[in-house]
């Protein structure tokens, strides 16, 4: 069985805040918050990926930057590669999402992260400009 790889975008605005994102589904997920992003398709590029999974999930171009860390490990056969994002154009809107909200340094942690990324966030605060 071949590894899935799931792209995520950490989309950091001036001032470092990070958009976070919502679980509209799956039920085990709903309501759970995560940096938005999806699945490569077979053949894809990985950074092609996380703008295409932000255009169609935000409906915002982004500027692809550095990569956070190696593999995170979402589950048996699911691996997610992060990297940092900054927007290019358009207003991030919750299209597949149940909200969207952009947290600053002193909020990072005031809505309740998916297990998958709260790593990842903690990981992020470190490398933001404080």
């Known amino acids: 069985m071949s590894t899935v790889v799931v792209v995520a975008a950490v989309i950091v605005a001036p ?3 990070v958009l ?21 398709d077979p053949g894809e590029d ?15 171009e982004i500027a692809v930057g550095e990569r956070v860390g190696g593999e995170w490990t979402l589950s048996p056969g699911y691996v997610m590669r992060v990297w940092l994002c900054s927007l ?7 299209k597949e999402h149940l ?3 952009w947290l600053g340094p002193g909020d990072y942690y005031d809505v309740e992260w998916l297990d998958a990324d ?3 966030m903690k990981t992020v605060e470190n490398l933001l400009p404080r």
């Open 15 to 17: 001032g470092g805040r």
């Open 118 to 120: 709260l790593p990842i």
């Open 46 to 60: 990985e950074r092609a990926a996380l703008v295409r999974e932000c255009r169609e999930e935000l409906g915002v």
């Open 88 to 94: 290019a154009s358009g207003v991030p809107e919750a």
């Open 99 to 101: 909200a969207l909200r």
């Open 20 to 40: 976070a994102a919502q679980r509209a589904e799956p039920a085990a997920l709903a309501g759970g918050w995560e940096f938005p992003g999806g699945k490569v």
